[in-house]
């Protein structure tokens, strides 16, 4: 008969979207089956053929009186993807099909055929299949009490959810099981939730004392991930008749379940509740499977990625299990509910590792596993209690990372320190042991510990100690362990000096903000006025420096020690003495990280303390210090800050390029005359001597490189020193000979030495080729000597291409238009050249570009030219591949042009003129779709486009709007 499986407690209509319907539960009394022919009341003869009693949810007569097949409403068998795909059944029944069952082919019956005339509503249907009772698919969960549609029955009526008969059924009108049919994906889940003892079953629920709400929550999840399953394997319309199948309806159902399990941990019903609806929801994931259903044809679209969502839940779910369970206490949960769920746990834990065993990339562990490990190693676990205490040392017993996590996220919770510090030191946690160190209240063990252990120093690991410290109240000790961690000397096996600073900036940069935050708003403002320092900044600031080389001489030892207080009577306040000791050890102890310490200060508003780092190096300042300092901090405190710095700076000690930069900073805070003489001396280096310099030959061997004096020399001439102005001149001829600088010595020497230099610019640029071939080009063209510069860059394109290109396009921009357009000019001897140049490549299309801009008559009707080339072989020759990829490359580099010369339209008309021409050649239709939208012209293949040609569907007329790239197509230019 129908009904054979002992009946439990059934969620109501709730489904997905509707977390909050609770229902009550429906007691079921147990039904077995019979194992003999007829209903439910005992054998029955029929008067036409014989046949088995046949299950109303393996098949039946429907409204016409003809059978029902089996599929149409059979539940899903045990084929994966098919309702519980790893053969989950209840404990101890047999699936359906199975001897004994309905339907088996064994003892039993099988309906093969009948004959004579007689009626079938005598045989068990499904409510939704009664030949007298029409039946009308709705969306109801409640019935109505005297109803005539769905709520009515006849006496072989049978419960779908519940497969008993409608009569007997408890929730046919209260939980609308009167409205149940298969085609339903709802009631699908709901029935195979009842069918399945692993889903309604649970021995967890009672043994945990859940009361009636919790058992509900939990069955109300687990039905909903169930309706989640089905509709992923259903699928849901597209266009077209495709049907998707998308994995996002159990990953949100997942999602949601994991949002209440996280309000249950922290609510007042506490991990009981979690407990149950981690059960619920676990159970109905673990049953199902993630992998595509039979449908594989290609009207069924399955998304992708589906593997790795299942196990991103199963491995969250876990994370949630194990730290519900380590939540748990033995007066909240007793020892025999922990041991029941580990049991139930290993069970589930079986079913996931079919799911995914065969997926990649697999599991680091079991699944499930950590949550069993927390079930049988609770908190009075003799291992765990040891090692709690401190006592155990045997490492093998060592947790699992997310059981660690859990346990230590309790006893933080629950103000365990001690036994947090015994158990994050046994799991190998250094820095959060040093924090609960600190918790405890062992505060001066924790820089003994790190100064023994120099490991636990490296990577910034106790920058979260000090920050414990300074939130007890321990300042003084915080300040400390981080000047140690930053400054000591423990790291000697670190040779690269970047893995040192990485290593320490850290601990800088948390004794930065520690110590700046301390200064108030009036003390930091004194500190960062401009003009002579304030005598308690100097006092502070040399009490400190005295204090670091001391200390520096051995830091560990007196690390260990309180740090002293500002001397009595001090003109500074502590939290001045503070910056200005972190400032001085820093420069002293650890020079490497002065650059960083001082940018750290000065972007914390202290731009006094970075100075102080500058001022205590001194002379023995890295370049790269100085010249930042001088750069950043001198327009906000002064030049006179960094005066006594400079005196004692030797020139000789830095590169030109730092010389230069403290030469730029000078002169950009006022003090023009040691500028001046700072940039004089960087530049005499390997330069004649002064007085040699004037007399001295441009041809002599040197090796160029970039010199620009010009505002040095500015500034010397407008206050008077014309003799300085014409040195700096004479070097920057020197080192930088160009047609520019030439003539900005012009207005500082006689028209006879500047004669000379002329002479001996235009025999550098005619004979020394070290010089840049840009600056001989301008010079030779300035000279009008025309044919000797266009063979300086034949003679460069030779050997670099690219270099002569540049060389042109610098040249050029040089010259400017007004030299470039002069008739019977430069461009007459240069373009025979341009002209090669042009047809063997793109490589001097930034060159023509610039040029299509000054003198487009002549750039455009060159390209247009190669262009009509391209056009004649098209339409004399067959087009093949060479062919369209040179038509595609002069088309995108012709357009260039047109769009420099700023002529868009006229190019867009030409463009127009060109498919119309060609439009019967339709192996070019590739070409002119890479070409821009809209540009494809009438074919004999083709539909005409709307509109005129050369006009776009936009309405525009244009019909190139843009030029993608063609990256594999050789000889085209990017553009």
Same mark, same amino acid.
């Given at each position: 008969?129908?009904?054979g499986?002992?009946?439990?407690?059934?969620?109501?209509?709730?489904?997905?979207?509707?977390?909050?319907?609770?229902?009550?539960?429906?007691?079921?009394?147990?039904s077995?089956?019979?194992?003999?022919m007829?209903?439910?009341?005992?054998?029955?003869?029929?008067?036409?053929?014989?046949?088995?009693?046949v299950?109303?949810?393996?098949?039946?007569?429907?409204?016409?009186?003809?059978?029902?097949?089996?599929?149409?409403?059979?539940?899903?068998?045990?084929?994966?993807?098919?309702?519980?795909?790893?053969?989950?059944?209840?404990?101890?029944?047999?699936?359906?099909g199975?001897?004994?069952?309905?339907?088996?082919?064994?003892?039993?019956?099988?309906?093969?055929?009948?004959?004579g005339?007689?009626?079938?509503?005598?045989?068990?249907?499904?409510?939704?299949?009664?030949?007298?009772?029409?039946?009308?698919?709705?969306?109801e969960?409640?019935?109505?009490e005297?109803?005539?549609?769905?709520?009515?029955?006849?006496?072989?009526c049978?419960?779908?959810?519940?497969?008993?008969?409608?009569?007997e059924?408890q929730?046919w009108?209260?939980?609308?099981?009167?409205?149940?049919?298969?085609?339903?994906p709802?009631?699908?889940?709901?029935r195979?939730?009842?069918?399945?003892?692993?889903?309604?079953?649970?021995?967890?629920?009672?043994?945990?004392?859940?009361?009636?709400?919790?058992?509900?929550?939990?069955?109300?999840?687990?039905?909903?991930?169930?309706?989640?399953?089905?509709?992923?394997?259903d699928?849901?319309?597209?266009?077209g008749?495709?049907?998707?199948?998308?994995?996002q309806?159990?990953?949100?159902?997942?999602?949601?379940?994991?949002?209440?399990?996280?309000?249950?941990?922290?609510?007042?019903?506490?991990?009981?509740?979690?407990?149950?609806?981690?059960d619920?929801?676990?159970?109905?994931?673990?049953?199902?499977?993630?992998?595509?259903?039979?449908?594989?044809?290609?009207?069924h679209?399955?998304?992708?990625?589906?593997?790795?969502?299942?196990?991103?839940?199963?491995?969250?779910?876990?994370?949630?299990?194990?730290?519900?369970?380590?939540?748990?206490?033995?007066?909240?949960?007793?020892?025999?509910?922990?041991?029941?769920?580990?049991?139930r746990?290993?069970?589930?834990?079986?079913?996931?590792?079919?799911?995914?065993?065969g997926?990649?990339?697999?599991?680091?562990?079991?699944?499930?596993?950590?949550?069993?490990?927390?079930c049988?190693?609770?908190?009075?676990?003799?291992?765990?209690?040891?090692?709690?205490?401190?006592?155990?040392?045997?490492?093998?017993?060592?947790?699992?990372?997310?059981?660690?996590?859990?346990?230590?996220?309790?006893?933080?919770?629950?103000?365990?320190?001690?036994?947090?510090?015994?158990?994050?030191?046994?799991?190998?946690?250094?820095?959060?042991s /040093?924090?609960?160190? @600190?918790?405890?209240?062992?505060? *001066?063990?924790? #820089? +003994? &510990?790190?100064v023994? %252990?120099?490991?636990? =120093?490296?990577?910034?690991?106790?920058?979260?100690?000090?920050?414990?410290?300074?939130?007890?109240?321990?300042?003084?000790?915080?300040?400390?362990?981080?000047?140690?961690?930053?400054?000591?000397?423990?790291?000697?096996?670190?040779?690269?000096?970047?893995?040192?600073?990485?290593?320490?900036?850290?601990?800088?940069?948390? /004794?930065?903000?520690? @110590?700046?935050q301390?200064?108030? *708003?009036?003390? #930091? +403002? &004194?500190r960062?006025? %401009?003009?002579?320092? =304030?005598?308690?900044?100097?006092s502070?600031?040399?009490?400190?420096?005295?204090?670091?080389?001391?200390?520096?001489?051995d830091?560990?030892?007196?690390?260990m020690?309180?740090?002293?207080?500002?001397?009595?009577?001090?003109?500074?306040?502590p939290?001045?003495?503070?910056?200005?000791?972190?400032?001085?050890?820093?420069?002293?102890?650890?020079? @490497?990280?002065?650059l960083?310490? *001082?940018?750290? #200060?000065?972007?914390h508003?202290?731009?006094?303390?970075? =100075?102080?780092?500058?001022?205590?190096?001194?002379?023995?300042?890295?370049?790269?210090?100085?010249?930042?300092?001088?750069?950043?901090?001198?327009p906000?405190?002064?030049?006179?800050?960094?005066?006594?710095m400079?005196?004692?700076?030797r020139?000789?000690?830095?590169?030109?390029?730092?010389?230069?930069?403290?030469?730029?900073?000078?002169?950009?805070?006022?003090?023009?005359?040691? *500028?001046?003489?700072?940039?004089?001396?960087?530049?005499?280096?390997?330069?004649?001597e002064?007085?040699?310099?004037?007399?001295a030959?441009?041809?002599?061997?040197?090796?160029?490189?970039?010199?620009?004096?010009?505002?040095?020399?500015?500034?010397?001439?407008?206050?008077?020193?014309?003799?300085?102005?014409?040195?700096?001149?004479?070097?920057?001829?020197?080192?930088?000979?160009?047609?520019?600088?030439?003539?900005a010595?012009?207005?500082?020497?006689?028209?006879?030495?500047?004669?000379?230099?002329r002479?001996?610019?235009?025999?550098?640029?005619?004979?020394?080729?070290?010089?840049?071939?840009?600056?001989?080009?301008?010079?030779?063209?300035?000279?009008?000597?025309?044919?000797?510069?266009?063979?300086?860059l034949?003679?460069?394109?030779?050997?670099?291409?690219?270099?002569?290109?540049?060389?042109?396009?610098?040249?050029?921009?040089?010259?400017?238009?007004?030299?470039?357009?002069?008739?019977?000019?430069?461009?007459?001897?240069l373009?025979?050249?341009?002209?090669?140049?042009?047809?063997?490549?793109?490589?001097?299309?930034?060159?023509?570009?610039?040029?299509a801009?000054?003198?487009p008559?002549?750039?455009l009707?060159?390209?247009?030219?190669?262009?009509?080339?391209?056009?004649?072989?098209?339409?004399?020759?067959?087009?093949?591949?060479?062919?369209?990829?040179?038509?595609?490359?002069?088309?995108i580099?012709?357009?260039?042009?047109?769009?420099?010369?700023?002529?868009?339209?006229?190019?867009?008309?030409?463009?127009?003129?060109?498919?119309?021409?060609?439009?019967?050649?339709?192996s070019?239709s590739?070409?002119?779709?890479?070409?821009?939208?809209?540009?494809?012209?009438?074919?004999?293949n083709?539909?005409?486009?709307?509109?005129?040609?050369?006009?776009?569907?936009?309405?525009?007329?244009?019909?190139?709007?843009?030029?993608?790239?063609?990256?594999?197509m050789?000889?085209?230019?990017?553009?």
């Amino acid at each position: 008969t129908p009904g054979g499986a002992n009946r439990r407690q059934m969620p109501g209509p709730g489904g997905m979207g509707q977390p909050g319907a609770m229902h009550s539960p429906i007691a079921q009394s147990p039904s077995p089956m019979p194992q003999q022919m007829g209903g439910p009341g005992g054998p029955q003869q029929y008067n036409q053929g014989q046949m088995n009693q046949v299950s109303p949810h393996q098949g039946g007569p429907n409204a016409n009186g003809t059978m029902m097949p089996q599929s149409s409403m059979n539940m899903p068998s045990g084929e994966p993807g098919k309702g519980y795909p790893n053969g989950a059944m209840q404990e101890g029944a047999q699936p359906e099909g199975a001897p004994g069952q309905p339907g088996a082919t064994g003892d039993d019956v099988v309906v093969v055929g009948s004959s004579g005339t007689f009626s079938f509503d005598f045989l068990p249907h499904a409510r939704a299949h009664c030949p007298k009772c029409p039946f009308q698919s709705i969306k109801e969960r409640i019935g109505q009490e005297g109803g005539t549609g769905n709520e009515a029955y006849c006496p072989n009526c049978f419960c779908y959810v519940c497969d008993v008969k409608a009569s007997e059924c408890q929730g046919w009108l209260r939980v609308g099981h009167c409205h149940a049919h298969d085609k339903d994906p709802y009631w699908k889940a709901l029935r195979e939730f009842t069918r399945i003892e692993l889903l309604s079953n649970s021995p967890l629920l009672p043994a945990l004392g859940c009361d009636e709400a919790a058992q509900m929550e939990a069955h109300r999840w687990c039905v909903n991930a169930l309706l989640a399953f089905h509709r992923y394997r259903d699928g849901d319309p597209g266009p077209g008749g495709l049907i998707n199948h998308s994995f996002q309806h159990v990953t949100d159902v997942a999602s949601s379940a994991m949002k209440a399990i996280v309000g249950h941990l922290s609510g007042p019903k506490g991990p009981r509740t979690t407990l149950a609806v981690l059960d619920g929801i676990t159970s109905a994931i673990v049953i199902n499977s993630w992998k595509p259903g039979q449908n594989q044809d290609a009207k069924h679209r399955w998304c992708k990625g589906t593997y790795a969502a299942f196990k991103a839940i199963i491995e969250q779910l876990e994370k949630y299990w194990v730290l519900a369970i380590v939540h748990t206490s033995t007066r909240s949960v007793p020892p025999q509910a922990l041991a029941l769920m580990a049991h139930r746990l290993k069970r589930m834990s079986k079913l996931a590792v079919k799911e995914v065993a065969g997926g990649t990339p697999q599991m680091a562990h079991v699944p499930l596993s950590h949550a069993v490990n927390a079930c049988e190693r609770g908190w009075t676990h003799p291992v765990v209690v040891a090692i709690l205490e401190g006592q155990c040392t045997d490492l093998g017993q060592r947790e699992a990372q997310t059981l660690q996590r859990a346990r230590l996220h309790v006893l933080e919770r629950a103000q365990r320190w001690k036994e947090a510090y015994h158990y994050a030191i046994f799991h190998g946690h250094v820095a959060k042991s /040093l924090a609960y160190m @600190v918790r405890a209240g062992r505060h *001066a063990d924790v #820089l +003994q &510990m790190v100064v023994r %252990q120099n490991a636990l =120093a490296g990577g910034g690991k106790c920058v979260p100690v000090c920050a414990e410290l300074a939130a007890c109240g321990q300042s003084d000790v915080a300040i400390r362990l981080a000047m140690y961690c930053a400054f000591g000397d423990y790291e000697r096996d670190v040779a690269q000096e970047e893995q040192l600073v990485t290593n320490r900036t850290p601990y800088v940069q948390w /004794l930065v903000e520690h @110590v700046t935050q301390q200064l108030d *708003a009036t003390e #930091l +403002q &004194m500190r960062n006025q %401009q003009g002579p320092v =304030a005598a308690a900044v100097e006092s502070a600031r040399r009490d400190a420096e005295e204090w670091a080389r001391q200390v520096s001489e051995d830091l560990p030892t007196h690390m260990m020690q309180p740090l002293a207080e500002a001397p009595l009577g001090s003109l500074y306040s502590p939290a001045t003495y503070r910056v200005e000791r972190l400032a001085a050890l820093c420069a002293v102890a650890m020079p @490497v990280l002065s650059l960083h310490c *001082a940018k750290l #200060l000065s972007r914390h508003g202290d731009h006094c303390g970075a =100075a102080s780092i500058v001022l205590v190096s001194g002379s023995r300042s890295d370049p790269s210090l100085i010249t930042w300092a001088l750069g950043e901090l001198a327009p906000k405190l002064g030049m006179a800050t960094f005066s006594g710095m400079l005196q004692q700076l030797r020139p000789e000690n830095l590169s030109l390029e730092a010389q230069m930069s403290v030469a730029s900073a000078l002169l950009a805070g006022g003090e023009g005359a040691e *500028a001046v003489r700072w940039a004089t001396n960087a530049n005499l280096t390997d330069a004649p001597e002064t007085h040699d310099l004037p007399y001295a030959h441009f041809e002599n061997t040197r090796v160029y490189r970039p010199c620009d004096l010009q505002p040095f020399m500015d500034w010397a001439e407008s206050n008077g020193d014309t003799a300085g102005a014409l040195l700096l001149g004479e070097l920057q001829m020197w080192w930088e000979p160009s047609w520019n600088h030439l003539q900005a010595l012009s207005r500082l020497c006689s028209q006879q030495k500047f004669g000379l230099r002329r002479q001996q610019l235009q025999s550098l640029a005619l004979n020394d080729t070290r010089c840049r071939p840009e600056v001989r080009f301008e010079v030779l063209v300035r000279e009008v000597m025309y044919t000797q510069a266009t063979s300086i860059l034949v003679s460069t394109a030779r050997d670099n291409p690219q270099l002569a290109h540049q060389a042109l396009k610098a040249g050029l921009e040089a010259l400017g238009r007004n030299v470039i357009d002069q008739q019977g000019g430069i461009m007459d001897a240069l373009w025979p050249w341009l002209e090669q140049l042009i047809q063997a490549g793109e490589g001097v299309d930034a060159t023509m570009e610039w040029l299509a801009s000054v003198m487009p008559q002549k750039v455009l009707p060159l390209y247009d030219g190669h262009v009509e080339n391209c056009q004649k072989q098209c339409q004399q020759n067959v087009v093949n591949a060479a062919t369209k990829a040179a038509m595609r490359s002069w088309l995108i580099r012709t357009r260039r042009m047109y769009h420099a010369a700023g002529q868009a339209d006229k190019w867009d008309r030409r463009f127009a003129e060109l498919t119309q021409t060609l439009r019967r050649k339709s192996s070019l239709s590739a070409v002119w779709a890479d070409l821009g939208p809209g540009s494809v012209p009438e074919t004999p293949n083709s539909q005409p486009a709307q509109g005129a040609p050369g006009q776009n569907r936009s309405g525009n007329n244009s019909t190139m709007n843009s030029v993608p790239a063609s990256p594999a197509m050789p000889g085209t230019p990017r553009g």
